[in-house]
């Protein structure tokens, strides 16, 4: 099935630990897109890729870092897990940046404890 | 200034009843509106855009679109049970260059009450 797919589907973590979200797309879309999902803050865009090997920053890019070898794949590193950074992670892509709908992935839940 | 606003809700309404949902957005530039509907503890899922100023009709849902307001609204007819969820809207907006970016809203979770 097409689509996107994450992993791990949640993780709890200890402060001060790297982790890396992985982000997989078989759609060979050219965007993508991670973000955090918080109560009370909706949405926000933490990097972008408007292709491959290329990326860009969002709204809240600190303390993350991503990467984008091919067109597929899309991963998030957290280089020293904060508690702060405890939320619900949301990968996405979309065929051409900034046209037509996002696809999202299922998400990950990531506890920093 | 948030660049995308909903109504905060949360918004109950009787099952058959017509929800109205609303959004604004601050990028006179933009051209690409979205609704998503999101379930608890799920992703979130496209269930409209619409791109031209007016009214887009799918099933029971309509998307109207006024740029000139920068507004845009979604109405769902004959409301159900499974509409309970939060609503999204979503606006592309560019901050320069090749900065693309979808905006949104904090959502606006609507509860439909048998």
């Known amino acids: 099935i097409a689509g996107i797919t994450q992993a791990p589907t949640s993780q709890i973590l200890a402060a001060g630990r790297r982790m890396t979200l992985r982000c997989t797309q078989d759609m060979r879309h050219n965007a993508m897109y991670w973000y955090r999902q918080d109560l009370g803050l909706g949405l926000r865009l933490i990097h972008y890729?408007?292709?491959?090997?290329?990326?860009g920053k969002g709204e809240v890019p600190d303390g993350y870092s991503v990467s984008r070898a091919n067109t597929d794949d899309f991963p998030l590193t957290l280089a020293s897990a904060v508690p702060s950074q405890t939320s619900v992670y949301f990968c996405?892509?979309?065929?051409?940046?900034?046209?037509?709908?996002?696809?999202f992935g299922q998400g990950t839940r990531l506890t920093v404890v | 200034q948030k660049e995308v606003e909903q109504n905060s809700g949360p918004l109950s309404v009787p099952e058959g009843a017509i929800a109205s949902l609303n959004c604004t957005y601050s990028d006179r530039g933009s051209q690409s509106f979205f609704w998503y509907r999101q379930y608890s503890g799920k992703s979130p899922e496209l269930i409209m855009f619409i791109y031209s100023n007016g009214d887009k009709e799918d099933g029971r849902f309509t998307a109207q679109l006024n740029k000139a307001s920068q507004y845009v609204s979604l109405l769902i007819r004959d409301s159900q049970p499974s509409d309970s969820a939060t609503y999204l809207c979503?606006?592309?907006?560019?901050?320069?260059?090749?900065?693309?970016?979808?905006?949104f809203g904090k959502g606006t979770l609507l509860t439909v009450n048998p």
């Open positions: 890729s408007n292709t491959a090997g290329t990326t």
């Open positions: 996405a892509s979309s065929a051409t940046p900034g046209q037509g709908e996002a696809f």
């Open positions: 979503a606006v592309w907006g560019n901050s320069g260059g090749s900065n693309y970016k979808l905006t």
